[in-house]
């Protein structure tokens, strides 16, 4: 699904805080990463002409198809890799800030340790950084549908390596109805054990209703933000607690569409939750394997959802306000998104050519 954006879009600054690392990687990525390390991939994990990913439904396409595909991330310097490929791709749409989430066990199945894959998803944020001028820090994650015991032993290799661009602690995974109290003792373990407090989110109101977020909402330490989120629009009571505690929703429209949350960009609640006064930002969530683009959520949000440019504008300042980053850096952000109302047009800082030293 690959949706053309116009200058008008391009020239609004944009923050993301809810994009999966390993989800950034394009067919083009996967396909040379797996000529780098030798890996062999799935005959038929692309479409003929090799530009999309192909998969039979949603479940097929977060499951079978993304572990084939993340088969081909092998080594530290395939995180920088990634992680550089997609700030990049950002910083030429105008993103000026952007969350990664990183789930701490993804590079154990390739003998990768947590600390390499951060420390090369550090080196990919600060080249990206120093190319184009983007800001990116990672969210550490748990994931659900896993036994307990293997939750807290992420829990305890989350807690032993403080990182300064780990800023955040999430919950990801297949939701199920009354799961997220169940970690409540894990967050507060890592939150205590960590060296300094984490920023508090989690994946809630799916593919389940409003009382999960609601269960998110009291967990304890509180989040200030929710990824997904969009089905508290189905209880008033949510909506309430969402605005009441001033927590964002981290809405990914194209990605509820995709998974059949919804059927269709008319039955999405994007305008309902922000019309009802809840803070939302917008998001891609696995840009690569769904082949959108924050720029594209931005053009969704104007062609199908109505927004103006001051509310997308909007939408960036709600990110940057609630991203997990210093106050000082905060400011220097959304002094950027007023500048650009005067400013009315975006050229994109090229990242240098050829390999880096
Ligand atoms: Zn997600």
């Known amino acids: 699904m690959t949706i053309q954006i116009d200058d008008s879009i391009r020239a609004i600054p944009k923050a993301e805080l809810h994009v999966h690392i390993e989800g950034t990687v394009t067919p083009e990525k996967c396909r040379e990463l797996a000529a780098k390390n030798n890996v062999t991939l799935a005959p038929d994990l692309f479409t003929p002409d090799g530009s999309a990913y192909q998969y039979n439904d949603f479940f097929h396409l977060v499951t ?30 105008n993103a000026l800030y952007v969350e990664m989430i990183a789930w701490c066990s993804a590079g154990k199945a390739v003998g990768l340790s947590y600390p390499d894959m951060i420390e090369g998803m550090a080196a990919g944020i600060d080249r990206a950084q120093k190319d184009t001028g983007i800001i990116a820090r990672i969210n550490t994650t748990l994931v659900r549908h896993q036994p307990l015991d293997v939750v807290w ?24 109805s009354g799961d997220l109290p169940q970690y409540q003792p894990v967050f507060d373990y890592i939150q205590q054990n960590f060296g300094r407090p984490l920023g508090m989110r989690v994946h809630a ?33 949510v909506i309430h607690d969402l605005i009441d505690n001033h927590i964002v929703l981290e809405v990914c429209p194209t990605s509820n569409i995709l998974a059949k949350i919804y059927p269709d960009y008319a039955s999405h609640p994007l305008r309902k939750l922000k019309d009802a006064g809840v803070l939302v ?16 959520e931005y053009q969704v949000a104007r062609d199908h959802f109505g927004f103006t440019d001051d509310e997308l504008r909007e939408a960036t300042k709600v990110a940057i306000s609630k991203a997990f980053i210093d106050t000082p850096t905060k400011s220097t952000l959304l002094k950027k998104v007023d500048a650009s109302v005067q400013q009315g047009f975006f050229k994109p800082h090229a990242p240098a050519a050829g390999p880096h030293p």
């Open 205 to 237: 109101g799916e593919a389940q209703g409003p009382e999960n977020v609601d269960d998110a909402i009291y967990l304890l330490p509180q989040p200030t933000r929710i990824g997904h989120g969009v089905r508290s629009i189905e209880d008033k009571e």
């Open 281 to 296: 930002c917008l998001n891609s969530d696995d840009p690569g394997l769904f082949g959108n683009s924050l720029g594209q």
């Open 64 to 93: 079978s198809v993304y572990d084939n595909m993340a088969q081909s991330i092998r080594t530290k310097e395939d995180y920088e890799d990634i992680t550089y490929d997609y700030l990049t791709r950002c910083a030429a749409e």
């Open 153 to 176: 032993e992420e829990a305890r290799t989350i807690a032993a390596y403080n990182h300064p661009y780990i800023v955040g602690l999430d919950v990801a995974g297949g939701e199920s």
